[in-house]
């Protein structure tokens, strides 16, 4: 198996965001020119897979109104990383950040998303043992 590095992952999630693994919700928005859009909770999950550390949430706010959630990661060494940050282009601020766990077992939304993203990924990695 040959070693990647972080740049590495982060071309392969940019490579496999698509608009069937967008969230439904943002998924009239989604656009190759903005491809992180609705994008940002498997995202956190797959890296969150990979790494451990906590998945952290905040609340996305436009012109004072709130439009949705934002999730991002904190690795174990405190170090945030947030790959899906620039999906923000219309002046986004993301508020009310936290911590919090991960839904346990099966996710209850976005199953389907989650696992295909997570599959490109692995594959443009060459780590298909890393579905197991």
């Known amino acids: 198996m ?3 590095s972080l740049l590495d992952l982060d071309k392969a999630l940019r490579t496999s965001w698509a608009a069937d693994t967008c969230s439904p919700d943002d998924r009239a928005d989604w656009h190759p020119a903005n491809p992180a859009w609705g994008h940002c909770d498997i ?3 797959i890296v969150h897979d990979m ?3 906590d998945l952290m949430l905040g609340e996305v706010h ?3 109104d709130q439009h949705g ?3 991002w990661n904190r690795l174990p060494s405190g170090v945030e990383l947030d790959l899906t940050h620039e999906q923000f282009t219309r002046g986004q601020t993301v ?3 936290r911590a919090v766990a991960r839904p346990p ?3 209850p939304r976005r199953r389907d998303e989650y696992l295909l993203l997570r599959e490109r990924v692995a594959e ?3 780590h298909p043992a890393w579905l197991r």
Do not use: E, N, S, V
Request: glycine share 20%; aromatic share 16%.
């Open 2 to 4: 040959k070693p990647w």
């Open 105 to 107: 077992g099966p996710l």
């Open 51 to 53: 790494f451990g550390g």
């Open 69 to 71: 959630y934002h999730w």
């Open 124 to 126: 443009h990695l060459g």
């Open 62 to 64: 436009l012109d004072g």
């Open 43 to 45: 995202t956190a999950l």
């Open 95 to 97: 508020t009310a950040r």
